[in-house]
């Protein structure tokens, strides 16, 4: 085989030649390209949303750190180590700026792993089903089980009915959840809101199943007249619901109890469909609101519900929450050929650390730890919609929820410093338990500040969101 | 919501108050049940196994660690810091017993990542398209487009040609690549020989695709003769094919030159197939034997490549590249709404560190120490093949291959104690960078010792595997 030349692109390097004990001395932007902030997008937030236009072209080569050949004398004169730990050096303080700045994505960047630190050197996998175990030694299972069963005592199923393992994310979460579903029922359509996750239409896609769109309330809850209305046109087929507990803009919480009552009302009976609860973020959080009427129990007909671990726990990596009644996954493993020995995850290979992380955090905070902070972020969350109002700037919070939706920044440099996640005209913050009041009060220092001289010269106008908000929330010229 | 009783096993843990610094001398077996050796199962490896018995009710749940609420007053005494410090150093005990003694699965143990222990604190996450920032700061795309770039150039393809990610594993690489097949093709067929890994059928029955199961050579191999016929029987439909580099049992290697000539010689031009190549262990390796016939390059008309990062190179938590052709990524980008602003990865949030940890291997061993790694095992399992000989016992080793396949040993204890995969009457070792001669002379020493008591007294008798490996190979009574 022909490998093209190795491109040596290091020679600002060769000064440093044994000089590694100085390189904290050493100007690293010498060596590595200073990091500029993301490109401005121009809308969405690229995780969640589902109208941003195709970006072709903006390409990471040319911000990329290129894999470079070592030199033959590299052992000897220490010049690769000191390159590579210059790179690293450089990235993370780069990581620290960015983690300081950041307030529109879901994750609690708040944790402290340290003791854990011991366990990098290992290659721990979890291979196949969580609760059989393989011929390979170097696993994590034993942690993986402590966390299910703790998801399952909060989702209220005992511990012989469940089946569940630890995911790399929330979209593996309901696309795991989505083809049990379609697995109980082949011939199954799925309905999901509009403002589900992308990864339900994915799966819809993925699985080849009839997928239909049902309309949502201004709050982004799913409209239960419309879900009626399009269960009723296809009342013929058993029914494979996406129940979102937050959804990914907003932080609606769609009401369980009306979608069972009105799938009961549409002639569906417990026996012609399949409810995966898209947990992503509040599935961890509701059941700790006092008196939240819509918390997801196993109590209700629920087949299935997701949560992510790398979102309201905080974890290194991204990692989700699985659980599902083992009725599905006994079903699926007598049926199918390549589920024998139980191959009921995605994977197949599975991340072994993640379970470690999460096992770790809930052990040390608890229940009570976690209640704790629930209630900080809910009471964080309100005092910032409450600045907003007072400022004069549209915005909402849904009850149960600590995403706050406002007016989007008119500045695009504002939105990437402050890492905001935006969808047409608006944007939002999600008060994580690594949000605190301080840096609530800097970004609403520095966002009224800006604001002021957005609008000073009265060209541009704050958009109108009553769209988005109701008019109740808009602050707009029309609606203020 | 009522939660049951917080479960309190701790209680011999209360002796441990102020006493954290003795942790080392506390017997440890004393708080934590010591973790057995994983129960015997009976055929099969878990990870890589389509025929073995379902095992129900073999639950993780007898020996797992349970989450256990925190005390009161645990952060005035220390218990709970305690408690937490002696079950993470009993793990990392046993963690690093299960790795002196593995040889069945092709992970690379041997890896130092010291330097990157630092990154540990930070929430890294690369959500969405590794080639278009999202405006979450805190990502590695700087790195993973580094060790797609290195990728391309292994396999032959232009930077502004290819598309690929950092998968989560090999299976989710197959899972992508055959999607991508699919979506070129909606009604193609999928080929697959029945040696290929369990994902690939998964990926069939996901999909609901047609899939047609090719037979096998002995060695493992596709045989070209029955995917010949099968795709004459279904020549009216375009073919989608999963090309094996090293089956998950035997390594073999499927002849890809062949493979596409027998497309053509039935009638299958360039734009009626699509050929995804699964080389989980091999697709690095093979780069790098010298005069490998069968290499993998994209200027031959497949689509897509799949490999395993934790498998040759190394890394403490399971990964893999993906890379394919951009003209399959536009056209699905174009197509499909669920793919707007180029949703093209399997998975939303995806793990920041992995990257890192390929980026760091890659760059300090290089093109060259890659090399040198491969010709090593390639030389000690040809070591291991000729001592198994030597010795009497059935064995085979696939040209370009470092898996030795062998007799099943008798013993579960055996097979349990040194982590080897099995399959009905076969075993295997895969020979990887942390296999060195003195491992295997230890294995060597085991087997030949213990086996001699297996069949001392006549009773049993080796099994004859002429059927997996080839009259040839076997050493049974009846071939030797």
């Not at 990329?64 to 010049?79: I, K, Q, R, S, Y």
Request: net charge negative.
């Amino acid at each position: 085989m022909n490998l093209p030349a190795i491109v040596s692109g290091r020679n600002c390097l060769f000064t440093l030649t044994g000089r590694l004990a100085e390189i904290e001395d050493f100007d690293l932007s010498a060596v590595v390209q200073p990091e500029p902030l993301p490109p401005i997008v121009t809308a969405g937030n690229g995780d969640k949303q589902n109208d941003r236009e195709i970006v072709s072209g903006r390409n990471v080569h040319t911000t990329c750190l290129e894999v470079t050949e070592p030199e033959a004398n590299d052992e000897f004169t220490g010049d690769k180590d000191a390159y590579m730990a210059s790179v690293l050096a450089r990235y993370r303080e780069s990581l620290m700026e960015r983690t300081k700045y950041h307030l529109g994505y879901p994750f609690n960047l708040d944790f402290d792993y340290g003791a854990l630190g011991q366990l990098q050197h290992f290659s721990i996998n979890n291979l196949g089903d969580p609760f059989i175990e393989s011929n390979y030694g170097v696993h994590s299972r034993q942690f993986e089980v402590g966390v299910l069963d703790w998801f399952a005592r909060l989702w209220e199923i005992e511990k012989n009915e469940y089946w569940g393992y630890i995911t790399n994310c929330g979209t593996e979460g309901n696309l795991h959840g989505i083809l049990v579903g379609r697995e109980a029922f082949p011939n199954g359509v799925l309905y999901a809101s509009r403002e589900s996750h992308y990864s339900v239409f994915k799966a819809a896609r993925m699985y080849r199943m009839d997928c239909e769109k049902v309309d949502c309330l201004i709050s982004g809850e799913i409209d239960c007249a419309d879900f009626k209305a399009k269960l009723l046109a296809n009342k013929d087929k058993p029914a494979i619901i996406n129940v979102n507990m937050g959804t990914t803009v907003k932080g609606a919480v769609d009401d369980l109890v009306l979608v069972i009552q009105t799938l009961e009302e549409s002639g569906f009976s417990d026996d012609r469909f399949y409810i995966h609860c898209d947990g992503a973020l509040f599935g961890l959080m509701m059941p700790f609101v006092k008196r939240a009427p819509k918390v997801i129990t196993f109590k209700k007909p629920i087949g299935s519900v997701s949560v992510s671990g790398h979102k309201f726990m905080g974890c290194p990596m991204p990692c989700g929450v699985q659980i599902t009644r083992m009725e599905h996954i006994n079903a699926l493993s007598r049926n199918v050929e390549y589920l024998a020995s139980r191959d009921a995850t995605m994977m197949g290979s599975r991340n072994g650390h993640a379970p470690i992380f999460l096992w770790y955090t809930l052990s040390r905070k608890g229940y009570k730890g976690f209640q704790k902070e629930v209630h900080k972020c809910l009471r964080n969350a309100r005092y910032l919609k409450d600045r907003l109002h007072d400022a004069g700037i549209s915005s909402m919070l849904n009850e149960l929820s600590s995403t706050v939706v406002f007016e989007r920044p008119l500045d695009e440099e504002f939105v990437r410093r402050w890492q905001l996640s935006c969808q047409g005209n608006i944007a939002h913050v999600v008060v994580m338990p690594s949000v605190t009041i301080e840096k609530l009060d800097d970004f609403l220092n520095d966002l009224v500040g800006k604001r002021s001289t957005w609008y000073q010269d009265g060209e541009a106008q704050p958009p109108c969101i009553a769209a988005d908000v109701g008019s109740e929330n808009c602050a707009c010229a029309s609606h203020k």
